[in-house]
């Protein structure tokens, strides 16, 4: 059943349904009919019962002279089916009929019968039920037995069962029908989603799902996936529009390093202008390391599988080189960078290449976006059982929208408009992972024009000795 279809699976499952409901109801509408048609005849037996004891009683009254064998032989011919009438006596002697003959319809009398007790026997290959039941018979207690046919309640019977089967088949065919047709009708939304979702490639991705009008579980799915679509294609068109200006800037960069290169070759120049050629090589080249680094990064982050080698690292040690990493860029852009340290070293748990990462990125965040005689301070603190790793800058700042945001990978990532920016949108988003990695908490407060604060919250190390490591896998898929 695996291999079949959805609408085949649909409608066999209708087909199943509707076939159990027809032989249920079949089965019970049945057995109610013959329970209905039985306690009809019973009913019929204890009514001629009644008329017998009646009929002996007003005769009595009468003071009738018949004797009592010939009121009860007149009583069977005028009764129907006067010949399963008969009475015996509690040790079950003939009482009447008086020819046993006559008796022989029934072959296996009753012994006890004090209540009213029915059953059905066969009387000349035709069913017949008999209830037994003691009364008094002038003034003695006498078992009467009265039997009635059920020839008629079993053609009725019979009738009822060829018809439930002549009209089952039928049902069911037309139920195979009904189901094949309403699962095309309910599998006719996901048809037109299929076609649709083949017509949709790379180069359209704006194309989008149909949605049903009926609010059901085709409506949620196709709600779904075209919210998908919304998040792919805003993903695609970040990254097309980052892999251009990339591109753009990587032969720009190229094209100057190698006029300048050119230039500086072909002619004698003076000291200060070789300077001044080197400065801009130099600058360049920084310009397509940040791309390429950005680039690997992705590749990298992408789908990050990496394990983590928790150990108990220096916070302090820590700062101090990520700070003296980038002491160097700092004064070249006219920028004062500064750290404050605890007067003790501070440990937390993690992964030291990694943290040396995520400051780093931070760290050039910091420099990138603060201008020319701002300021830039990283500080170390902590409790007894926790450790914040604060990065301030002096900077241009973000709005509160874009500190929405600033997680998200490639977003701001226009190169062309702002060049002196040059930025691949990635840092922040693999400084979040790594913060996720090492389940920490990751705080960013800022105002525009006025600077930016980004809070690394570690717990501190207290379980972990120098030189323990605890290593484990962290997979991580960005957005």
């Known amino acids: 059943m695996r291999s079949l279809s959805v609408r085949a699976k649909l409608t066999l499952w209708y087909l199943a349904v509707i076939s159990t409901a027809l032989l249920l109801f079949g089965l019970l509408t049945f057995g109610a009919l013959r329970y209905a048609l039985l306690k009809v005849k019973q009913a019929t037996l204890n009514r001629r019962e009644h008329r017998l004891i009646l009929y002996l009683e007003q005769n009595r009254q009468k003071h009738a002279l018949a004797p009592l064998s010939e009121q009860l032989a ?17 040790r079950g002697s003939l009482i009447f009929p008086f020819s046993p003959a006559a008796a022989a319809w029934l072959s296996h009398p009753a012994a006890e019968c004090a209540p009213p007790v029915f059953r059905d026997v066969i009387v000349e290959g035709q069913p017949v039920t008999v209830v037994c039941h003691t ?21 009725i019977l019979s009738t009822y069962q060829k018809t439930l089967l002549f009209l089952l088949p ?25 076609k649709a979702a083949l017509e949709i490639g790379i180069g359209n991705l704006s194309s989008r799902l149909p949605i049903p009008s009926a609010r059901d579980e085709i409506w949620s799915l196709a709600i779904a996936w075209n919210q998908l679509l919304d998040r792919l294609e805003g993903a695609v068109s970040r990254l097309s529009k980052f892999s251009a ?9 190229i094209t100057v390093i190698l006029a300048t290169a050119q230039v500086s070759l072909d002619r004698r120049r003076l000291e200060e202008e070789y300077r001044s050629d080197l400065e ?25 599988i990496h394990e983590v080698a928790f150990q108990r690292v220096n916070v302090t040690e820590l700062v101090v080189a990520g700070c003296r990493r980038v002491e160097d860029l700092a004064e070249s852009s006219g920028i004062i960078l500064d750290w404050k340290l605890p007067a003790d070293d501070l440990f937390v748990e993690g992964d030291e290449l990694l943290l040396q990462r995520l400051l780093g990125i931070l ?11 701002g300021e830039i301070l990283v500080e170390v603190c902590g409790t007894q059982s926790e450790v914040f790793l604060t990065v301030r800058d002096t900077g241009i700042g973000m709005s509160e929208d874009v500190r929405q945001h600033i997680f998200d990978r490639f977003y701001q990532a226009d190169l062309r408009e702002r060049r002196n920016l040059a930025g691949s949108g990635l840092g922040l988003s693999i400084a979040k992972w790594i913060a996720e990695a090492h389940r920490v908490e990751f705080v960013v407060e800022s105002t525009p024009m006025k600077g930016s604060e980004f809070q690394i919250r570690f717990p501190a190390a207290a379980s972990l000795h120098s030189g323990d490591t605890v290593r484990t896998e962290y997979s991580l898929t960005l957005p």
Do not use: W
Request: with cysteine.
């Open 74 to 90: 007149s009583y069977a011919l005028i009764t129907h089916e006067g010949n399963l009438f008969q009475i015996r006596d509690l």
């Open 135 to 155: 009364i008094l018979l002038d003034g003695q207690p006498v078992m009467l037995y009265i039997g009635g046919s059920l020839e008629e309640d079993m053609y």
């Open 170 to 194: 039928c049902l069911l065919g037309l139920s195979a029908v009904g189901g094949y047709f309403l699962s095309r009708r309910a599998m006719r939304p996901v048809d037109l989603m299929t």
């Open 245 to 253: 200006d990339a591109s753009h800037d990587l032969r720009t960069s």
């Open 280 to 304: 801009r090589i130099v600058s360049e080249c920084r310009i397509a390391s940040t791309l390429l680094d950005a680039q690997l990064s992705l590749a990298r982050s992408g789908n990050f």
């Open 363 to 373: 760290l050039d965040n910091a420099i990138k976006y603060t201008p020319a005689q």
